[in-house]
């Protein structure tokens, strides 16, 4: 995960001197060797990080380290921020010479302020930009004295490092330990036996689910089905594994129908071998824990496997569902968690097995435990395998008040079968996972608001906003193929995932990852907030529910090194103006009446959330925010009016604003906003805002509702055309509502004048009187 924050770090710092370059601003010798010495240093950090991250896992003092470098590049992130930020205000007042204030800049030592005259502590900030430069030595020394960490690009692994490996299973499972398969068992074999409609080719089922949910156990208790049953006369079982290993595999499958090890090294020989021996034999192949797929080396054997006797199968188990569709699968089984009353089945038999009895408060206890499980088999054995050590009722409510990410014995037994899945992870997906931790458990989660709150983190590279939106899209699929998210719903229109959904112990997962960074913190009455402290010191993502206590986050963390801050319920007057670092805010439904101009001190914030509060006004301070992105009003039913200078947020993207009254006044300054990507509702008014404002704005996407108040067919229709709406592309759904005395029809006919975009696929309107 400190691999992300270093790049982006990275890519800030070039890209800022290349542009500098490209627009022929001089850098003096010394300036580009200080930038170029600094962008060197993160560089080769950078290529340490693979090998410290997997010793990481287990070694408290190379984690310490790689908490370091993660500290410097955030905080080398704030002071980029503050450094383009002050370049831009000089670039707008005009009042300095920009090349020379880039000569002094650019060279990373104190005379950087030089050019910020009455701009805030400019001493600070130089003497920040010099310390980080120290640290970053002293951080790479500290590698050079005591880890000696290997260069990714050495090629060589690191034999001392924390791997976590798989394990190859064979076909024997002991029934009466397996609860709450049996229906699942039963649709399998009766797929199995049904008559296939392939044609030619081989007939494939495949298991699909996360890790530790059962795959493995279910396709043997099938397989076991057929000991006694006649029907197929081959039975293969092989445990495929990571990498897909297509000479160890048809060496296998030979073996098994012939019981002498054939040992050949070439595939063309295996192939002809296999095609001669499956030959009008009727047989039942199980490729156990497939990870990856590969045409070259499936294709082939697919091929010569379907020479076998018409109602030959194979039967896939595998975490990813895209692997299944790859390797052609005709049906694909998704395994269900089992419930919470099958999860305590399989719990009570270990936890009870060495206990000669039991009294029923236990098993009221171990009822909720198993609860924690989230239906995953796994997480019910390794409990109870803990609880059948255990004999009080004082050590069994421990395990219950225990969050699973916390327990030692998760780690073990636990994690290490998603860590498989984690490290097919490209390192930027695993950052945009691990950063889901600061959601409350079973939260539904809208996709498009992760991906902007992503983005606000610098997690999604891209030289334009849509590039990092269609990279946060890839990223979402790629973590629901590979289980980590369950999809709840997909948009119809563009083909993408809407809503998801973490299974429980995913996000204990994620929880465990990100221990030391993201938390969630939720005050009920009767709790000491303080106690919470030692786990909370150093969080920089901050989830806070406070059920009246009144409490603030001040006394268990250092606010100001936050960078996302979701409240709920209840805002701490005297916290806002603390958060020097966030960069994602989320007030919503905290009851806000009005919101305090100290906002505008929050230099670094990308994504402001004050959806559902009864605001009246925003302060004309908000528009001081230079890096915001996304300001969500959506139902603020009270809103009178946006700020007159909302012109000058020139990096804003999206700007939701649902249900605005009749009283909400529009400025002008909006058709500045160039760069604005979704804006979920626009009014126009007579007198006021105008639909010919839209003009420029033709980067809009998604749906927009257009409320038009009071039609005026002539100056209306004037108006639609200087909105140039045929230029919107990017909007597939687009609704217009009409107020006012106008009959329908007349809006009707007017509607079918205006040029829309063919883009759309959606396009009702309609109207009400106010």
């Not at 000991?227 to 897909?244: A, G, L, M, R």
């Not at 992870?425 to 996709?447: G, Q, T």
Request: charged content about 30%.
């Amino acid at each position: 995960m400190v691999e992300t924050i270093i790049n982006m770090v990275v890519k800030r710092l070039a890209s800022i001197i290349e542009k500098r370059v490209r627009d022929e601003v001089n850098l003096v010798l010394n300036s580009a060797k200080e930038a170029g010495s600094l962008v060197s240093k993160l560089k080769m950090i950078q290529q340490l990080l693979d090998d410290a991250e997997r010793k990481g896992v287990t070694d408290p003092q190379v984690k310490a380290w790689l908490g370091k470098i993660e500290d410097a590049a955030y905080e080398m992130d704030d002071a980029l921020d503050e450094w383009e930020m002050k370049i831009h205000e000089l670039e707008m007042e005009g009042s300095e010479d920009v090349s020379d204030c880039w000569e002094k800049v650019s060279s990373f030592i104190p005379y950087l302020c030089l050019c910020f005259e009455h701009v805030v502590d400019r001493r600070r900030i130089a003497l920040k930009i010099k310390e980080l430069n120290g640290r970053l030595e002293s951080i790479a020394k500290e590698n050079e004295d005591e880890f000696k960490f290997l260069p990714k690009l050495s090629g060589e692994k690191n034999q001392d490092s924390q791997d976590f490996k798989r394990v190859l299973e064979t076909s024997y499972v002991d029934k009466s330990k397996v609860k709450g398969r049996d229906d699942d068992q039963k649709i399998l074999v009766s797929k199995l036996l049904s008559e296939s409609k392939q044609g030619n080719d081989i007939h494939i089922i495949s298991i699909v689910g996360t890790g530790g949910l059962g795959k493995t156990t279910l396709a043997k208790l099938v397989y076991n089905d057929f000991k006694e049953n006649q029907y197929f006369q081959q039975k293969i079982w092989i445990c495929v594994s990571d990498p897909f290993d297509e000479i160890r595999i048809a060496n296998a499958i030979l073996e098994s129908f012939t019981q002498i090890s054939p040992n050949l090294k070439e595939f063309q020989s295996l192939l002809q071998r296999i095609e001669t021996t499956v030959s009008g034999k009727r047989f039942l192949l199980v490729l156990d824990d497939v990870w990856k797929h590969d045409d070259k080396k499936w294709e082939p054997l697919k091929i010569c496997l379907s020479k076998g006797a018409p109602g030959s199968k194979i039967l896939v188990t595998t975490r990813n569902e895209s692997v299944a569709k790859m390797m052609g699968s005709v049906d694909t089984h998704l395994l269900r968690p089992l419930s919470d009353s099958e999860c305590f089945a399989l719990l009570s038999q270990i936890a009870f097995e060495k206990k000669k009895e039991h009294h029923n408060i236990l098993e009221a206890i171990g009822r909720e435990i198993a609860q924690k499980c989230g239906g995953l088999p796994l997480a019910a054995k390794t409990l109870g395998s803990l609880l059948s050590f255990k004999d009080t009722v004082q050590e069994w409510n421990n395990v219950l008040s225990s969050e699973i990410w916390q327990m030692e014995i998760a780690e073990v037994e636990i994690f290490p079968h998603l860590y498989l899945s984690y490290n097919e992870l490209l390192p930027a997906v695993k950052r945009c996972f691990s950063y889901c931790a600061i959601f409350p458990k079973d939260l539904e989660i809208h996709v498009n608001t992760l991906i902007t709150m992503w983005i606000a983190q610098g997690f999604l590279s891209g030289e334009t906003a849509e590039k990092m939106e269609l990279k946060g899209q890839e990223y979402v699929q790629d973590l629901a193929v590979h289980s980590f998210f369950q999809v709840i719903e997909e948009d119809d229109l563009i083909g993408h995932i809407s809503s998801c959904k973490m299974h429980d112990i995913i996000h204990d997962f994620a929880q465990f990852l990100t221990k030391s960074e993201c938390f969630i913190v939720d005050i009920t009455d009767d709790e000491d907030i303080t106690a919470k402290e030692a786990f909370c010191r150093n969080a920089r993502h901050l989830s806070w529910e406070d059920h009246g206590r009144a409490s603030s986050p001040v006394l268990i963390c250092s606010v100001e090194k936050l960078r996302s801050f979701l409240c709920a319920k209840y805002l701490p007057s005297h916290v806002l103006g603390t958060l020097e670092s966030v960069r994602v805010l989320d007030l919503s439904s905290c009851g806000l009446h009005e919101l305090s101009p100290e906002i505008r001190n929050l230099i670094h914030l990308r994504y402001l959330d004050l959806s559902d509060n009864p605001i009246r006004e925003l302060p004309r301070t908000l528009c001081d925010l230079y890096y915001l992105q996304t300001l969500n009003l959506n139902q603020c039913d009270n809103l009178s009016k946006l700020p007159e200078e909302i012109y000058k947020l020139i990096n804003l993207r999206q700007l939701l604003v649902s249900n605005l009254r009749d009283a909400t006044s529009i400025p002008q300054g909006l058709e500045k906003l160039t760069g604005l990507r979704t804006l979920s509702c626009f009014k126009t008014e007579r007198g006021g805002s105008k639909l010919g404002w839209l003009k420029n704005l033709n980067q809009l996407r998604g749906h927009m509702d257009i409320i038009i108040d009071n039609l005026n067919e002539e100056s209306d229709v004037i108006e639609a055309q200087n909105a140039a709406l045929k230029n919107k592309n990017g909007i597939r759904s687009l609704e217009f509502v009409f107020r006012g005395d106008v009959g329908m029809d007349r809006n009707v006919r007017l509607c079918l004048h205006w040029e829309i975009s063919s883009s759309l696929r959606s396009f009702p309107f309609g109207g009400w009187r106010i």
